[in-house]
């Protein structure tokens, strides 16, 4: 089933914590465009939590911890398109999203992070979960994985005026993906330029062919008059 909050529908939540409490197992929560001043915790597993927009669909903290708590033991939550701001700041302990103790198999993507503290952290015994296409900006932290988090997938997110960009404590695997993740950006920025240059090029042997056959040209017109 499919739970609405704001919008103009009738029968729509106004808060999102409402339509948490009253999903089950597999539904999707859908919310409008708006700005939602709440601290969530997500208790039930395989529950959708879908903004309309991750630029005007904000869940904005107060201040106060956690803005997501996605409680220990639910696994295949989904959280995507909202902005993320406005939890306690500090390095350990607050974040814009908290993966609780055992939550696995959870996707957290196409979202934006702008708090003072860890964008999104994987507290204990956190395996499987996908965090991707997301922006961290102005964190203290970006990505924070805490303790005994194996075999998670942290793939291109995008990174701005942060303090850390990751602060990993053994995850061995998800260190590998990143190293791995970042040489292929190297890569592919490598290629971007070789492009750019080769582009250069071929409009500068262009020109030059070009400069060529209008010297022909008045070489021609030269040899003509005289």
């Given amino acids: 089933d499919w739970l609405y909050v704001g919008g103009s529908g009738p029968g729509n939540y106004t808060r999102i914590q409402d339509a948490l409490d009253h999903a089950s197992p597999g539904d999707t929560v859908y919310v409008f465009s708006g700005i939602y001043k709440e601290n969530i915790e997500i208790r039930q597993y395989e529950i959708s939590l879908i903004g309309e927009n991750s630029h005007t669909t904000i869940i904005d903290g107060r201040g106060d911890w956690w803005v997501v708590h996605i409680m220990p033991h639910t696994w295949g939550v989904r959280i995507q398109n909202f902005t993320i701001q406005n939890c306690s700041p500090g390095f350990f302990g607050p974040a814009g999203i908290i993966l609780d103790a055992y939550t696995n198999g959870s996707i957290i993507?196409?979202?934006?992070?702008?708090?003072?503290?860890?964008?999104?952290?994987?507290?204990?015994?956190?395996h499987f979960n996908t965090i991707k296409n997301n922006t961290f900006y102005k964190c203290a932290v970006g990505i924070q994985l805490r303790s005994m988090c194996h075999d998670n997938n942290i793939i291109q997110n995008k990174i701005e005026e942060l303090t850390e960009n990751l602060d990993i404590k053994n995850?061995?695997?998800?260190?590998?993906?990143?190293?791995?993740?970042?040489?292929?950006?190297?890569?592919?920025?490598?290629?971007?330029?070789?492009?750019?240059?080769?582009?250069?090029?071929?409009?500068?042997?262009?020109t030059l062919s070009e400069l060529q056959a209008n010297f022909e040209k008045l070489q021609d017109t030269i040899d003509e008059k005289t």
């Fill in 109 to 126: 993507s196409e979202n934006i992070f702008n708090v003072n503290a860890t964008g999104v952290q994987l507290y204990y015994g956190n």
């Fill in 171 to 206: 995850d061995e695997n998800v260190q590998l993906q990143i190293k791995l993740d970042h040489r292929l950006e190297e890569l592919e920025q490598k290629t971007i330029d070789f492009d750019v240059i080769q582009k250069e090029l071929q409009e500068k042997t262009q």
